[in-house]
């Protein structure tokens, strides 16, 4: 007598689901998965002269956050940070804005370094003060321990800056100061209040500045 199990059509039925589930698994990859894959993927290697380049003025301390080649500003120019650690902010210091990380932080140092010829080349700097290759941009004759910084990374002309010092005196006058290429003098230089007009360096820190002309 034949057996009703030969004639049960079960256990093909569940071949043919497992079979389907297999193919609709491989067309179909886990969202979770393919998400953390994604925001584990390494960002971009900077190019090795890029990097020996950045590295050295700052050392180990040191950070390339941004690097550009920028037309209407002599090509290419990589932008280096040594940020202020947490450690080393006095109690009271205003925590930094709600914004990206790469683009506000808080800094002891930075500079943009420029490619000319074969060279690297510091065309900003940073530190105590805000300088370029001609003098000082920050107009403020004391030293700056710390910086607030904004960047912004333009299409053709390098960066643009924004500075708040940071852990100034009681008392202090604020000092804030917005940075940008100066296609005209080829340099960084401060802008005025209303962002549309370049001002002159200072040959000493301090004293009041003028508009460039």
């Not at 049960?8 to 894959?37: E, H, K, R, T, Y």
């Not at 506000?104 to 530190?127: H, N, P, Q, T």
């Not at 333009?154 to 917005?178: I, M, Q």
Request: aromatic letters at 8%.
């Amino acid at each position: 007598m034949p057996s009703k199990r030969g004639n049960d059509p079960a256990p093909a039925a569940l071949v043919v689901l497992a079979v389907s589930l297999a193919a609709f698994s491989i067309a179909c990859p886990d969202s979770g998965s393919s998400s953390q894959q994604s925001q584990q993927a390494p960002a971009a290697a900077l190019p090795d002269d890029v990097k020996s380049a950045a590295m050295a003025p700052f050392g180990p301390e040191g950070e390339a956050l941004a690097f550009g080649d920028f037309p209407g500003a002599g090509g290419r120019q990589v932008l280096v940070v040594h940020r202020l650690s947490s450690a080393s902010q006095p109690a009271g210091t205003p925590a930094s804005p709600a914004q990206k990380p790469e683009t506000a932080l808080d800094v002891i140092r930075v500079s943009v370094l420029a490619r000319e010829g074969d060279a690297w080349k510091e065309a900003f700097r940073a530190d105590g003060h805000l300088k370029n290759m001609r003098g000082y941009l920050d107009g403020s004759s004391m030293t700056i321990p710390a910086w607030r910084m904004s960047y912004e990374k333009t299409a053709d002309n390098g960066f643009r800056f924004e500075f708040t010092a940071l852990n100034l005196p009681p008392g202090s006058k604020p000092v804030d100061v917005r940075v940008a290429w100066n296609s005209k003098l080829k340099e960084y230089d401060a802008l005025d209040p209303t962002g549309t007009l370049f001002l002159r360096p200072q040959s000493a820190p301090g004293g009041p500045m003028k508009v460039e002309k």
